[in-house]
């Protein structure tokens, strides 16, 4: 590996120090990187990766191959270990419903390239472009359930405090409550703690504060139907038991996983439990985001225009039906790298 970053850093005509001040690390480090005598952690390899023009995978498996080797090379049973651990990854990969396909592995490794030199902008981010794009998420997503306000009435509503005519006060309170529901995942998300059922409770309890208090942060208690889907639901005295596997799931798999997948796959099992009487989806695409953010990526903003609600709720739908979360998964993966592409343009201005 160490050649392969030395390589590449000279055909970049880059010395150690430009690498350096580009990825935020110290430039000693880089030195004993390619020295071989100090080991990158996993984020450093990515970075190192998207700015030197490295193939991710090559370098990612040069990367595993040392750590392998620093860890177990030199030990008398490491091959008969290699042996057995290779078994269990197998039958780890085989016990797995989440089937990665070339599509989805290759928007992935883009995916990670993007975020990789998002992290080289960090230092260039402000409040007023976050809270601008937080606007334009809780207008679309707001949107996508039915609600009429524009952008800029979201805006008056939220910043301005003004009432808009003509619209109701549920859609007033949705505004409003989404923003509080943002400020609260990131909140969650900052603290490095695994998510819960409490915050999951917290997270909806916000989203039907004012509007249908009774219900909020509750599971429901009566069969329901999902609007514009053939799909049935599990009955309400089944709730707790899915939403206990679906947490038991997430403990299980927050580390194996990329983290796109989980909150993907995270979002699909809850529209598919939809377990309360109202707010799934809102809810479900704001857990989505907390696992996102938590993971150092963007917002993902499914737009509401009628298109992309179309293939957002056409995605959902084949997913709960067929059991094939593909094109549920490409839609979520697509949306992220365009938010990511639009957010280091802005950013990098």
Known sequence: MKTLLKNAREIKDLKTREVAQLLGIDQALISKFESGTRKPTR?????????????????????????????IGQD?????????AEQEIRSQNKSTTIILSAALQKILTEIDLLKAKLDTFRQYESSSITTALELEYTYESNRLEGNTMTLRETDLVINEGITIAGKSMREHLEAINHQEAIAFIKDF????????????????NLILRGILPQEAGRYRKVQVMIKGSTYIPPQPNAIPNEMEAFFIWYEANKNKIHPIVLAAELHERLAKTHPFIDGNGITARLVMNLILVQNGYVITNIKGDYESRIQYNQTLETAQNKNNKEAFMLFVAQTQKENLARYIGIISQ
């Open 43 to 71: 984020d450093q390899v990515i970075k190192l990766a998207s700015l030197l023009e490295i193939d991710l995978e090559t370098i990612m498996i040069a990367w595993l191959k040392e750590k392998i080797l620093h860890e």
């Open 76 to 84: 008398e049973f490491a091959l008969k270990a290699l042996l057995v």
């Open 189 to 204: 998300a900052q603290k490095k703690i695994s998510f819960n059922e409490a915050e999951f409770l917290s997270i909806h």
